[in-house]
């Protein structure tokens, strides 16, 4: 992370906007932040912490109420107005890009409200937001994602705050190992155990998968003792008791079929399908013999039903003539009944059609026509003066229109002219009072000129304006004369005043003619308004009341048109209603003449038809009709009873045939006994059925456990192949990953901590003439980790072989080997490939002696040198007379301000 920039405002003890320049002061690699106790020097480094993390650089306090120094408004400046924004602004530099993070405190309405924004900053530029409306907790992750370090990290490598230098060296191996795994990158060793732990696991619990598949398929496994008894398998616990158990099956199996062939089922089957046919024939002669005894008494049914068609068949040539003289009888009574209806309808026709014709003569006389055509006439006349009302009206609006245009521009006209005649004459007045005084310099200078020539005048000399040698009357310089500058100064303005009051008083000439040329335009427009608005009233006067427009004009025509036109159709309808109603009484007395016509006919032709059925009835000896009908059938009914008596006599034939061939057929033989069929049939089902049942409960479980037997042996090889190299797979996974002692990613570490502690010690070589030498031990710290412990070597000390603990070095001594630490941590992570391109000191300096300054100093010149960006805080003087680029904290009543030095 490499700083660029921060602004703060209204933020600890700085009331104004103050800028730090981070590129500005690191271009020697190395500046000094100083400035008295309390001035504000540290809130520097907290504005930087505070805009990444929402936190200060020191510990987290926390203030009555619960507000800490994680809180902007406790950071508020007390000094400042309610208007003014606290603003805490960082712009720094990480993998190439530039990012801004900010965050402000806003007045809003009554409180206070805080604004947070994070921007990528662009090439061209422009900036690009991260978040939309960021939350506080939004920024600080986003901080420790690019930045790739906690703001607790921030603080031991970045950021060295005030009293806790040491805090990373006597840190415990867990928390080392955090912050070193950020810097390294080493997320990727843990990464990869656990991948390979995760795949050896997952070989394991699938191979160990396979022995237990093979257990619980086993269990699954049920002994049939149904099947084989109870004697043969107690359980199956391994794949051979399970080879064991089929094989008693198919042993049960094979027992099963040679007892079911002893029972000889097939012929017990064909036997008994031999009896029930000849009981079927028996059956079959029995149904004959109770036929024949039905027919036989049906035998005097049919004797009847033969007499009865025999007289329909006799009287059946009488049926033309009855149907002839019944249809005779009802076409007499229709025309008697259609002609009396006629006659009933005679009277209505007659009133309806004279009724009628009077209501039709009634309308006529109440005609409108008249009327409505003279009126219509009236109206057409007045249509040209309509016509041209819409004209005239929107020609007087127009010319209405025009005139209040020409108006308004003469009465801007006239305003313009009168502004312009206001500035003319107070140019006037300036021009004439700058003349005025131009003539006053002008008087005054000639007169100091004057006074000048006479003061170097001398008696006998002639004098340059008018040549006398005699000067009795000298003149006197005036007290108030003046330089020729002045006075060609007031010409200039005079000449200036001038000009102004020429320029305005063109504008003036020019607003007096624009108006009048508008006044004009306005008389006109107005006289051609006056003359079209007259025209339009008068031919308003000459319209109707009425009616006020074109489209009313014609509306009331076509109301009158269409009222003719109503009535005339109305006309046509009475008309038409008296003729129609007429034609029909005309028609109907035609028709009552045709009916009686047609009932004489039938008349006569009943009496014919009767007189020819009485003399054929006559001559059969039949005295009457119904005698006849009672006798008779109709065709159909004679049909069937025909068809009827041939099949009865039929029937009785085939039946006759039919028992002959069935006793000659059973002749000699015994009836079985058809009631002991489904015992037999019984008894045989059951047997096949237990046998079947049996047989494929057999079949079903060997075929299962057949097919069980061949996939468990081949799990179970698969297994026993496999088992031991998936165990020793695990077993290194886990040592890589730790369990048992230093895993991958920590054993990593370490060798990158060793390159860190290498720098170290060459930074540590430059002091105290190279007396301490750190170095890791595997000891183990909190939480029994190990591997990331530091000791330091004392040279002074070559008897101890172990080293001391840090902890044990003395306040200047951690100082030094932090700084050492830090510097080294950087140096290597940059070669991992994570730069730390800035490094910030908070005090610590004022624990070292000078000596022990200087060796920080050359330790620190080793960093400028690198390119490396290093910040400090310090009250020592030797420091200040040492870095070249300074910048002081002032403190002042009215808020505190940096400054360069």
Same mark, same amino acid.
């Given at each position: 992370?490499?700083? !660029? ?23 020697? /690699?190395?500046?000094?932040?100083? /400035? ?28 009555? /109420? ?21 603003? @805490? ?19 809003? $309405? @009554? ?93 394991? $619990? ?139 309808? !005679? ?125 009795? =009357? ?23 005043? $001038? ?5 305005? =008083? ?69 008309? =038409? ?189 430059? @002091? ?66 994570? $730069? ?66």
């Amino acid at each position: 992370m490499k700083p !660029l920039l921060l602004e703060i405002q209204a933020f600890g003890p700085y009331v104004e906007k103050q800028t730090i320049d981070f590129e500005e002061l690191g271009k020697d /690699g190395l500046f000094l932040i100083k /400035g008295k106790t309390g001035s504000g020097k540290t809130t520097i480094f907290d504005a930087m912490t505070f805009a990444l993390y929402g936190g200060s650089s020191g510990d987290e306090e926390v203030s009555k /109420g619960g507000v800490g120094r994680n809180n902007l408004a406790e950071w508020r400046c007390r000094q400042v107005d309610s208007n003014t924004d606290t603003v @805490v602004s960082f712009t720094f530099e990480e993998g190439g890009k530039k990012y801004n993070f900010t965050r402000k405190l806003v007045q809003k $309405r @009554v409180n206070l409200s805080e604004e947070l924004s994070a921007k990528l900053l662009l090439p061209d530029g422009g900036s690009q937001e991260l978040f939309e409306n960021p939350r506080k907790d939004d920024l600080n992750k986003k901080a420790q994602e690019i930045i790739g370090l906690t703001k607790e990290q921030f603080r031991q490598v970045v950021l060295l705050p005030q009293g806790q230098f040491e805090k990373f060296i006597v840190a415990e191996s867990g928390d080392k190992e955090t912050i070193l795994k950020k810097l390294f990158k080493a997320d990727q060793w843990e990464k990869y155990t656990k991948i390979l732990y995760g795949n050896a696991e997952e070989r394991y $619990r699938t191979i160990q998968g396979k022995k237990i598949r093979v257990d619980n398929s086993l269990a699954e496994v049920e002994i049939r003792t149904e099947l084989i008894g109870e004697d043969k398998i107690a359980a199956v616990n391994t794949v051979s008791d399970l080879r064991e158990y089929i094989e008693a099956l198919r042993s049960g199996k094979k027992a099963l079929d040679e007892e079911f062939e002893k029972f000889h089922s097939d012929e017990k089957k064909k036997q008994l399908d031999e009896d029930k046919k000849l009981s079927e024939s028996f059956i079959m002669l029995h149904k004959l013999e109770e036929k024949k005894k039905e027919l036989k008494e049906r035998e005097q049914t049919y004797k009847e039903k033969r007499c009865a068609r025999e007289s329909a068949t006799d009287v059946e040539p009488f049926r033309i003539g009855i149907n002839e003289h019944e249809a005779a009888e009802k076409e007499l009574a229709e025309r008697i009944s259609g002609l009396d209806e006629l006659k009933k309808q !005679l009277p209505v026709s007659k009133e309806t059609a004279e009724k009628k014709k009077q209501a039709y003569e009634d309308f006529k006389k109440d005609s409108p026509v008249q009327k409505n055509t003279t009126r219509i006439g009236e109206l057409q006349a007045k249509r040209p003066a309509y016509e041209k009302a819409d004209e005239l009206r929107m020609n007087a609006d127009t010319l209405r229109e025009e005139r209040n245009k020409a108006k308004t521009a003469a009465e801007k006209a006239s305003e313009n002219y009168k502004k312009a005649l206001k500035e003319a004459g107070e140019k006037k007045a300036f021009f004439d009072a700058e003349d005025e005084k131009a003539r006053e310099y002008r008087d005054r200078y000639f007169s100091g000129i004057y006074g000048e020539i006479a003061s170097n005048l001398e008696e006998g000399k002639p004098c340059p304006v008018c040549g006398n040698t005699h000067h009795p =009357d000298l003149a006197q310089k005036a007290d108030d004369s003046i330089s020729k500058e002045e006075m060609e100064k007031q010409d200039q303005a005079s000449e200036n005043a $001038r000009k102004a009051w020429a320029d305005a =008083d063109k504008q003036r000439q020019s607003a007096e003619e624009n108006a009048k040329k508008r006044n004009e335009e306005f008389i006109e427009a107005d006289k051609a308004y006056s003359q079209a608005n007259t025209t339009f009233e008068n031919n308003k006067n000459t319209l109707l009341e009425d009616i006020k427009d074109l489209d009313a004009l014609n509306k009331s025509i076509e109301k009158l048109e269409a009222a003719n036109r109503k009535y005339e159709e109305d006309c046509r309808k009475y008309e =038409d209603a008296a003729k129609k109603a007429q034609s029909s009484f005309e028609g109907l007395q035609t028709k009552i003449e045709a009916a009686e016509n047609e009932m004489k006919k039938a008349e006569k032709d009943l009496l014919d038809k009767k007189t020819a059925l009485e003399a054929k009835m006559k001559e059969k000896g039949y005295s009457t009709i119904d005698e006849i009908k009672s006798k008779m059938m109709d065709p159909q009914t004679l049909a069937t009873l025909t068809q009827e008596i041939a099949s009865y006599d039929q029937q009785c034939k085939d039946i006759d045939k039919s028992l002959e061939e069935r006793v000659e057929l059973l002749k000699g033989k015994v009836e079985p006994d058809a009631s002991k069929f489904a015992e037999r049939q019984d008894d045989i089902d059951k047997k096949e059925k237990t046998y079947q049942e049996k047989r494929f409960k057999f079949s079903e479980v060997i075929n299962g456990l057949e097919t069980k037997e061949k996939g468990l042996a081949s799990l179970e090889k698969e297994y026993l192949d496999t088992i031991q190299q998936a165990e020793d797979d695990l077993s290194f996974a886990k040592k890589l990953r730790g369990d048992t002692g230093m895993g991958l990613q920590r054993y990593v570490l370490a060798i990158m901590f060793d390159q860190v502690i290498g720098e170290a010690n060459r930074m540590l070589s430059k @002091v105290h003439g190279g007396r301490y030498q750190l170095f890791r031990t595997d000891d183990k710290g909190s939480g029994n980790k190990k591997g990331l412990e530091l000791k330091v070597y004392d040279r002074r000390s070559p008897d101890d072989k172990t080293g001391r603990s840090v902890r044990m070095l003395s306040g200047g001594e951690k100082f030094l080997v932090s700084l050492s630490l830090s510097i080294g941590m950087s140096t290597i992570a940059q070669k991992a490939g994570m $730069r730390i391109d800035s490094l910030f000191i908070d005090e610590g300096f004022g624990t070292l002696d000078e000596t022990s300054i200087n060796d920080a100093m050359e330790i620190l010149e080793c960093v400028r040198k690198n390119s490396g960006v290093i910040g400090i805080i310090s009250h020592v003087k030797l420091l200040e007379e040492n870095i070249a680029t300074q910048i002081e904290v002032v403190k002042t009543d009215n808020g505190n301000y940096i400054k360069a030095v």
